[in-house]
């Protein structure tokens, strides 16, 4: 694997259940992501984005093929805390407070957080979770239960929760899919700004076409029946990325981009490999 790559997938195959009930939810998967990209990836419902994630994540293994992180497998990355994870829905501990919910996963990982101070060439000091709260307008909220906030706010503490423990990769599963357009983009800057004071790889799943084109450097558009990536778009766009740059040419360029790239997928025929 080159030194700047981060993830990379060899010919990956998933596949849920036997027999006539199998599913091949990831066929012939590759792809290779760069350190420090900002990559979505987006495809109609079922074609196997957020399995393509747990196979990152370590939270599936696959059938047939390749999963490298960071040089070596999923499961040793994750396992030195170098893969962090924001699923769709918070998952908030409901019993702590939003500060102590963002400093528990250092708490619980102070092996492996030391270990990484002591031994990385690159060791960065831990960041000031109050500060990162408040970088994201959670000021006022610190001291509150996460039953106390809405479902935005939610969101916003399990971004800096995952953040704060600043992995190597950021894995994000439709972060932002339950919440309101205005809310969304609110998320979308904070979470850019946050991003650019870090070296991290993000992964991240949408539906949305335009906040793929926000967010990316690189979008990874996959078809169904059976799971598998049919092209990956550079977005060669400036950064930062303000409000007033979603109206450009060249931002609507990429989004139409992506939509005939979706609707291909979308009328793509089934691959026999579908059985
Ligand atoms: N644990 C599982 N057991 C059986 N089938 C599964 C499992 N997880 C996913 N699948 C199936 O694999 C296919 C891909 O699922 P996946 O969740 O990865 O798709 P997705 O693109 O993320 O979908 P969505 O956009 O709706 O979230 C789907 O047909 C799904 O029903």
């Not at 702590?96 to 708490?107: D, G, I, Y």
């Not at 060439?121 to 408040?134: G, S």
Request: glycine share 6%; hydrophobic share 45%; proline share 7%.
């Amino acid at each position: 694997m080159a030194a700047n790559t981060a993830i990379r997938i060899a010919e990956a195959r998933k596949v849920y259940g036997s027999g006539s009930s199998a599913m091949v939810a990831l066929h012939d998967v590759d792809l290779e992501i760069p350190t420090g990209r900002f990559v979505s990836i987006i495809g109609p419902s079922g074609c196997g984005k957020s399995t393509l994630l747990r196979l990152i994540a370590d939270l599936e293994t696959p059938d047939a093929g390749s999963v490298e992180v960071l040089g070596g497998s999923a499961a040793d990355a994750c396992d030195g805390k170098h893969v962090g994870f924001v699923p769709q829905s918070p998952a908030l501990l409901p019993w702590l407070n939003v500060l102590h919910n963002v400093t528990l996963p250092h708490k619980v990982n102070r092996g492996a957080s030391r270990k990484r101070r002591a031994g990385a060439a690159d060791a960065r000091p831990m960041p000031d979770m109050e500060q990162l709260l408040r970088a994201v307008g959670l000021d006022d909220a610190m001291h509150k239960l996460p039953s106390e906030l809405s479902g935005g706010m939610q969101q916003r503490v399990a971004i800096v929760r995952a953040m704060g423990l600043q992995p190597d990769v950021l894995l994000m599963d439709e972060p932002f899919s339950a919440l309101d357009e205005f809310t969304r983009e609110a998320l979308q800057e904070q979470l850019l700004d946050l991003w650019d004071d870090t070296t991290a790889t993000v992964v991240f799943v949408t539906h949305s076409v335009s906040e793929a084109v926000r967010l990316s450097d690189q979008v990874v558009v996959m078809a169904p029946r059976p799971g598998r990536i049919i092209d990956v778009i550079d977005v060669d766009l400036p950064r930062p990325r303000r409000w007033d740059r979603f109206t450009s040419d060249a931002f609507h360029h990429y989004e139409n981009l992506i939509r005939e790239c979706l609707q291909s997928a979308w009328h793509s025929p089934d691959l026999p490999s579908a059985a």
